[in-house]
Nanobody, 117 residues
């Protein structure tokens, strides 16, 4: 199995919400707790783009296009990092990927979010 496993994607109408979850299924707790975590997204024909980051100290950063609408959080005990997507727009449609940067460079296989107008 992959180091990371995303879930929670689906079809939602514009203005709606989804909550994505990433489970670090093969990382021990101490490693997860000390790692920064990221969410990316990718659409056909485009580069994979960084959407949100959360450090081990829970400092967050967001892509400008999602500021005020998306919220990243983590639960170290559960080894999960979530992305709450609110006020969704059709342009948010993408495959969303969880990523652990740095020496780990772990990726999930992605979860598809489709926002209809």
């Amino acid at each position: 199995q992959a180091q990371l496993r995303e879930s929670g994607g689906g079809l939602v109408q514009a203005g709606g919400s989804l909550r994505l979850s990433c489970k670090a299924q093969r990382m021990i707790l101490s490693t997860f707790s000390g790692a920064d975590m990221e969410w990316y997204r990718q659409t056909p024909g485009n580069q994979r783009e960084l959407v949100a980051q959360i450090t081990s100290g829970r400092v967050t950063k967001y892509k400008d296009a999602v500021k005020g609408r998306f919220t990243i959080s983590r639960d170290n005990g559960k080894r999960t990092v979530d992305l709450q997507l609110s006020s969704l727009k059709p342009e948010d449609t993408a495959v969303y990927y969880c990523h652990v940067p740095g020496p780990y460079n772990y990726w999930g296989e992605g979860t598809l979010v489709t926002v209809s107008s």
